[in-house]
């Protein structure tokens, strides 16, 4: 079970944290960083397993790559945000977290535009 090894590594570098932060405090940080890179590495490919489903289905259906590699590109921007953010607020920057987030979320929107548009051409043809 992948989930018993994540929460695992994760509790290992909790405590570590704990331990090393009243010895090496500016190591911390560099010790949640990698933590997470070896919990998205652990699931890297359960996530390439999601991605080749959602192709397979966008292919069955005729979606246009298009709309389907700017919801992936959304998906990831989301996440890469929150990683980022997180790994800010651990820092106790939480100023700088709020500027991550707020910089994905208009990310997203920009990369939601040709769908966004797609749709109201689409409604705008309907109306007579």
């Not at 921007?77 to 980022?84: K, L």
Request: hydrophobic content about 60%; some cysteine; overall charge negative.
């Amino acid at each position: 079970m992948e989930i018993l090894q994540i929460v695992g590594l994760g509790l290992i570098a909790a405590i570590l944290i704990v331990v090393v932060k009243q010895q090496r405090p500016e190591v911390v940080i560099q010790l949640s960083i990698a933590a997470g890179v070896i919990i998205f590495i652990l699931i890297l490919e359960k996530i390439s397993g999601v991605f080749s489903v959602i192709e397979e289905l966008s292919n069955r259906a005729d979606i246009d790559r298009l709309y389907l590699s700017t919801i992936l590109k959304i998906i990831g921007t989301a996440y890469i945000g929150e990683f980022g953010a997180q790994i800010c607020r651990d820092a106790g920057e939480s100023a700088v977290a709020a500027k991550i987030e707020l910089a994905a979320k208009i990310l997203v929107i920009i990369l939601a535009m040709p769908i966004i548009v797609a749709l109201l051409e689409s409604i705008i043809r309907l109306i007579p």
